[in-house]
């Protein structure tokens, strides 16, 4: 998939794609939505409005009101790429909350997937 392709998803189309990946290991959408406000800076609020006006992925990311500088401590494979190597900040901060769903998924514990 090329980063344009990445770009121009939708995130209100890829965000239930999330929830539903946490859902069946027993996690919760809240989960998940913490997970998104940590990485984003986003809050409820914010979160619900950019999946109301369907932004894409790039915009979404753009837009976001403050990246968590501990994001850059979340390490590892996801999709056959290891996060930290990814060079577009984009495509990085896309594969950061796979990455982070991911750990969720897993079972990690909430405390040590935001890496306080």
Known sequence: MTLERVYKMIFADVYPLLVAKAERK????DEVDTLIYWLTGYDAAGLH???????????FYTEAPQINTNARKITGVICGCRVEEITDPIYQKVRWLDKLVDELAKGKAMEKILRK
């Open 26 to 29: 027993g996690r919760t959408k």
């Open 49 to 59: 409005a950019q999946l109301e006006m369907r932004v894409d992925t790039q915009t």
